[in-house]
């Protein structure tokens, strides 16, 4: 956005020392909009009190536009129409000219100064955590605006008194819902910068025209609807746009203590909020660079190109954290048709709407990537499993321009994929190689399959082990939906099940698999606690749909009879292999005629998800070449 012009009527920065803060402070003026802009050292006692203010730069959340200015003694500093309704708030409110100090990026950073910009980004963290208060500007007020600002209040007033029946409380969430809703769709909740000034700011009040509510009250709000709300609501991205915020917030708090013993790794931040945009793509990882503990990872610089950036941050992360888990974030980050990214290296400029563990890399016992759960999780986390595919073997990395030359063992080729809502299923039509080595009792292929589509674990943070009682939920769902009793049976499961019918592993259908079962009376097992629910994430068909439907995964059998789950973009012949220092097996695809692959996505084996293929002599060494 050009509005910073080489004219002598415009206002000109002066240059700002690495340690220090623009801040401005409005002036009493006959005409128009006036104000004063000084520097001070960030922190020291030579620096005034302060307030920070968050906001978004566009008014409809894409393009920022400027058709005012505000007079800084005898030039004009153009001004976002964004902060015009703010300024008038204030004004209104009696509080414009007060003599406060503001510090408002866009006027107090100057944009044309790269060099200024790079420098005042890794300050910003300081800089929120500095102010004496953090307003959170909302917009200007709606016709259901009060009323939604009202509602979070009356939240606030029954989480703290408790004196109503959970039907009541049940009653008041839904009363205002759509209007609360629509206060949390406004553009502020789902802009990339605005995570790290809630974050880490101490103090924040949030202002929607002239209505203020402070940040306790809309957190104490958010946790009424979460234990009173349905699942609906808690599914639905307003819930989840201030959910998520708050989630940060707390683990940031924790960050602060020198026992926290867990990491807020950028990845997993950057992962977290994929559905949060920043107008500059750069942004998308900057703006999260002063909540992650491993900040040292990227450099701020934004003479650097979008690409160069993403591309100088997943070399920093395999090359100084000697682990190529990073590349796992492709599965979803995959380059952009216009983008010269090599398929090694996510795209982070990409929008997606993620469940909260997306990736199998992020799993909880990961320092590197790992996903926000719940802080009281992190009490049991003594006893949680991991994934480790390439066991201890140390990565073989090196890098030849933009290609990523590591080293692994092959394992498969792709054979077989389940289908999906969109995709066709595609028939295996190998013969099993490794016969030896898989025990082929239906009952066996049956409890693998249980383990593929549930990952191999029996909760959606991938911290414990599949339970032996999701087989018999598993079975039980099967024996439902083929005899026809399956009214309770959630569609996605049936759905799924009746598709894949036809699909082949290892010489038998899945059909056959099942009907052979019933035909020698199934499996044993109480069903009195088999969950229904797709929603309730500790069950097989909660762990079903995450794996399913949020994740996308597609059952995958291989040449030689392996089973697993794949990425949706899995194609019949590509490489399953296991790299060194990934932590989970990969799919590859040989690019026809050359001597290198492009990534497809992270994926999961039955059977060798803890090194088996490493310590396996049958499974010879690869050099790959990744462009």
Known sequence: MEYRVSNSDFYQYKHLQPDQIRLLRFLETDSGLSGELKEFPLGSNESPPYKALSYVWALDGNVATSKQSISIGDKELPVLDSLQPFFEILRIKGCLVDNTWWWIDSISVDQRDNQEKSEQVQLMQSIYQHADETIVWLGAQSDDSNDAMDHISLLYTQRIEMTLEKDELASIVHSNWTKLRDLLLRPWWTRMWTVQEYAVSNNVSLWCGEKVIRRTQIEEAFMVVENYGTKDQHNSDAFLNGWHRRRIRQWHQMALQSSFSSSLSLVALALYFSNNGAIDKRDRLYALRGLATDSDLLEVDYTLSTDQTYFNFAKSLITRCHSLDIICASHIFHSATHSELPSWVPDWGMQKSLTIVPL??????SRLISNFRPLKSLKSEESMVAYTASGEAQPVIHFNNKSLVVRGKIIDSVDGLAGTENLGLCQATSHPTLTQEINTKPLEYFRSICSCLVLGRG?????KDMPKRFITDFWTLCFKTITKDDAMVDDS????????????????????ILTNLLENDGLNGSTEQLE???????????????????MSRRLMVGESGIVGMAPDAAQKGDTVCVLYGCSVPVV?????????YVFIGECFLEGFMSGEAIRNPRFLEHSFSIS
Request: charged share 20%; proline share 2%.
């Open 588 to 596: 590859l695809r040989k690019v026809v005629g050359k001597e290198y």
């Open 360 to 365: 199998m890399a992020c799993q909880s016992a």
């Open 493 to 512: 499961f049936k759905n799924w099940l009746m598709r894949n019918m036809p699909l082949e592993i290892n010489g038998s259908t899945l059909s056959s």
């Open 532 to 550: 229904y629910s797709a929603l309730s994430a500790n069950s097989f068909m909660g762990r079903f749909y995450d794996t399913v439907i949020r």
């Open 459 to 463: 909760d959606r943070y991938l911290q």
